[in-house]
Structure formats: C-alpha cells, structure tokens
C-alpha cells in the first residue's frame, strides 16, 4: 500500500504506522486497519485527538505473526459484529507491558506481562488495555490462527484456556514466547518458501500449550508434544553449536531422555540429529566467511568458533555440503564483495 495509508510491506511483513498521517486521522486509520487484519470490532480511546500507534504484522501461511504498541483503548466482538463478520480465529496474545483486562462468559480476568491470553473471535468479548504509570502506551506480542488448526475442546476457548491459567513464564508458554521473540528479531532470514513450515511451528507450539493446559492425553496431544521436544532439542543444540564437545548422549541427558528415545525423535525429520547440527555448523561458517569483518580471522579459526576443530574433517564436510573449499568460497565472496562495491560506485557516480 502507499506510505500515505501508514502501511508498507517488507519482505513478506506489513507495518502500520500511525504517524505519518495527520494526528486527528489516526485513530480512524488504526481502527480501519485493526478490522482488517483482525475482526470487526468496536473500538473506543478516551483521547482520539492523537493515536501514536504501530503494528508489525508477518504471514506465515495461514497464521499471523504480530507486535503491536499503542496508547489505551476498548476493545468489543458484541454478537452483532460476530454475525456481520467471523474470520473463527484464535486470538493469542502475549502482554509486554501495561495490563490487559478481558470480559466475556467465561469471567473477568487481568493479565500482565508474562501471562498468555487466549481470545475466540466467535465469541462475545470485552477488552480493555491501560498503561502503566509514566507510559502512554501498551505493548505486546501475539499470533491470529485458524480455530480449526488448533484442537480446541467443543467450547472453544473456554474453561482452563481462559482466565490466568496460562503462563509465558515457564513450560510449553515459555518456549512459545521465545519462539516468537525469535522470529520476530530475525524476519529476514526467512523466505516465502519458509512459510508453511513457520506456520506448522507455531500451530505445533500453541498446540503443545493448549494440550498441557488441558492435560489431555489424546493423539493430537502426545504428537504436540513429540514435536515440541524436537524443538527443544534443536534449540538447546542451536546454542551450543560451538561447544566441540556436544553429542546426542549430553543433549539427552539436558533432556532427561535416553539416547534411544533421542534418535527417535529425529526418525520422523529429513535427517539425523548429528547431520542437522552438522549442517548448522557449516551454515554459520559459510556466513562468517562470507563476513568482510571476519576476513583476518584465519579459516581454522572460523570453524573451531562453530565447534568443528579438526581441520580435515571440516574441509571435508564442507566441500561436500558446498561444492568448494573454504579458502576458494571465501576468495568468492570477497571478489563478489568487491564487484557489488565497484558496481554501486559506479551508479553512484552516474547519479
């Protein structure tokens, strides 16, 4: 969309911003663009003179990904606004700061940084988000997933889904939060080819979150947490990739699960456990050598940071993984490195 609406596109993401439209027309424009990418909702602010607002908003297949900031405001799904429009979403959202308070038939509840609220866009609700003392405005993190990707009892979000029953603080809710931080900070190391797979994520981790809460044993259950464990694992040997000495046997023991039950984990994935952290480790190293910051740090040393010490056997996988050496793929990217700077002078210069 033009930049006059507030919103641009970045590499699959959409941001709003209120400010660049004049400071009466920004409530309007921000509750038009909350009807569009949410529901149709009654929308209500004690001060509409300004609305500093913004939003980031990130597809990944059929979930949207998003963090938002914005100063107090109401916020109603009234029956009547259900029938006009119900896109039967789930409505996760995690509070940064300020205290969200939400109304509807399962009771009232107040939520702050570290719970995890669960919303039903099918569902009559009452929300209200106040800032804390000094800050004029409320932040927080959340995700929009179809209802019907999630196993949701027959009451939908109800019973020990809703209220303060769910945490960020520790368990399937903590790893969520990370998760989400995660993709958050780093949206362009993702292509659109990556969307289907980030949507299976966290549909599994949501998934993960609701079963514990439930504490139900059913096949969609035991499945969630299959895969969460997988994630786990992936992301406890993510931040250890430069420590030589990781193997399955520590990774399963920082598990409590045998090696066995380990390589289990991996029978369903397109490759072993110890040929993913491989293929983690050469990534890293490729980048890093590509780096024109690291171009004085010696071959060796770049592959000893990322825990491969043993000169041979790295060049080795290396090559296999790359089709060249590592002294030719860094003398590659300097040249190309180069090329691209002579090419932008150039234009520079015609300019």
């Known amino acids: 969309m033009s930049t006059d609406t507030g919103v641009h596109h970045m590499l699959g993401e959409t941001l709003l911003r209120t400010d660049v439209v004049p400071a009466h027309d920004r409530f309007d424009l921000w509750r038009d663009h909350l009807h569009r990418?949410?529901?149709?909702?009654?929308?209500?602010?004690?001060?509409?003179?300004?609305?500093?607002?913004?939003?980031?908003?990130?597809?990944?297949?059929?979930?949207?990904?998003?963090?938002?900031a914005h100063p107090p405001l109401t916020l109603r799904r009234t029956p009547a606004l259900i029938r006009r429009s119900d896109p039967a979403l789930c409505h996760v959202s995690l509070p940064r700061s300020g205290?969200?308070?939400?109304?509807?038939?399962?009771?009232?509840?107040?939520?702050?940084?570290?719970?995890?609220?669960?919303?039903?866009?099918?569902?009559?609700?009452?929300?209200?988000?106040?800032?804390?003392?000094?800050?004029?405005?409320?932040?927080?993190?959340?995700?929009?997933?179809?209802?019907?990707?999630?196993p949701l009892p027959a009451g939908g979000v109800d019973g020990p889904l809703a209220g303060g029953s769910l945490t960020a603080r520790c368990g399937p809710g903590a790893l969520l939060a990370t998760v989400l931080a995660q993709l958050i900070a780093d949206t362009r190391s993702f292509g659109p080819a990556d969307g289907p797979r980030l949507q299976q994520v966290v549909v599994d981790l949501i998934t993960s979150l609701i079963c514990?809460?439930?504490?139900?044993?059913?096949?969609?259950?035991?499945?969630?947490?299959?895969?969460?464990?997988?994630?786990?694992?992936?992301?406890?040997?993510?931040?250890?990739?430069?420590?030589?000495?990781?193997?399955?046997?520590?990774?399963?023991?920082?598990?409590?699960?045998?090696?066995?039950?380990?390589?289990?984990?991996?029978?369903?994935?397109?490759?072993?456990?110890?040929?993913?952290?491989?293929?983690?480790?050469?990534?890293?190293?490729?980048?890093?050598?590509?780096?024109?910051?690291?171009?004085?740090?010696?071959?060796h040393s770049v592959a000893a940071r990322w825990g491969l010490v043993r000169a041979a056997d790295f060049s080795r996988a290396f090559r296999a993984a790359y089709g060249m050496t590592p002294r030719d793929f860094r003398a590659r990217s300097a040249q190309e490195a180069a090329t691209d700077h002579q090419r932008h002078g150039v234009a520079r210069a015609a300019e």
Do not use: N
Request: positive net charge.
């Open 212 to 299: 514990h809460t439930l504490d139900a044993d059913t096949g969609a259950a035991r499945d969630a947490r299959h895969r969460t464990l997988v994630l786990r694992v992936k992301d406890h040997a993510r931040r250890r990739l430069g420590d030589p000495e990781l193997s399955p046997r520590g990774i399963a023991a920082a598990h409590h699960i045998s090696v066995g039950h380990l390589h289990r984990l991996f029978q369903g994935e397109e490759t072993t456990l110890a040929a993913w952290i491989r293929t983690q480790r050469l990534e890293r190293i490729r980048r890093d050598l590509a780096d024109p910051a690291l171009r004085a740090l010696p071959i």
């Open 37 to 68: 990418t949410y529901a149709p909702t009654d929308l209500t602010c004690d001060d509409t003179a300004d609305f500093p607002a913004t939003q980031r908003l990130l597809r990944f297949g059929a979930v949207q990904l998003w963090t938002i």
């Open 99 to 150: 205290t969200m308070e939400v109304a509807a038939r399962h009771g009232s509840f107040r939520h702050r940084p570290g719970d995890i609220v669960l919303q039903d866009t099918s569902r009559p609700t009452l929300m209200r988000a106040t800032t804390d003392p000094g800050c004029r405005r409320v932040a927080g993190t959340g995700v929009f997933v179809p209802k019907e990707l999630l």
